[in-house]
Structure formats: structure tokens, C-alpha cells
């Protein structure tokens, strides 16, 4: 977990979500739609991020498209 970073961050609301860690447990704790293609594929990513085997920008994308898919506005 050495850099798992965001190059951006998110924001939902007044919640800032900085990196791969945050955004899985965003997911888990207070997604709307805890099920579906988009919702694992994000969280997947976050896990993946956070264990170093992928880029934290792949996992900060599928959460936008999970975003976008569950209707959840992300300022990113």
C-alpha cells in the first residue's frame, strides 16, 4: 500500500475521497446499490489498488462509472 493516491481527488457532498482505500470504503459503508457490474468492477479496482496490483487512477475511474451508474454526484 505504498502510494495508493488519487492524482485527483473526489468529492460527494462535503466528503472528500483521496485514494483507493477511502473510495472502497465508500462503497461498502454508504453506496446506494450494493450489487451489479459497475459496484463490484469499482470495488474490485479499489482492492486491487490498495494491494499495489493496479494503478490508483484505474480504481478512481470505475468508481465514476459506478458513480454515473448509480446516480451519485461526484465532483471529481
Given amino acids: 500500500m505504498d502510494n495508493i493516491l488519487f492524482s ?6 462535503s466528503l472528500t475521497i483521496a ?6 470504503s ?3 459503508d454508504y453506496w446506494p ?10 470495488r474490485f479496482a479499489c ?3 490498495v494491494a499495489g ?7 478512481r475511474a470505475a ?4 458513480a454515473e ?3 451519485v454526484f461526484v465532483l471529481s
Fill in 8 to 13: 485527483r481527488p473526489l468529492e460527494i457532498g
Fill in 19 to 24: 485514494d483507493a482505500d477511502q473510495a472502497g
Fill in 26 to 28: 465508500y462503497l461498502l
Fill in 33 to 42: 446499490v450494493d450489487h451489479g457490474e459497475h459496484y463490484e468492477s469499482a
Fill in 47 to 49: 482492492l486491487e489498488a
Fill in 53 to 59: 496490483r493496479c494503478h490508483p487512477d484505474d480504481a
Fill in 63 to 66: 468508481f465514476l462509472r459506478a
Fill in 69 to 71: 451508474h448509480a446516480g
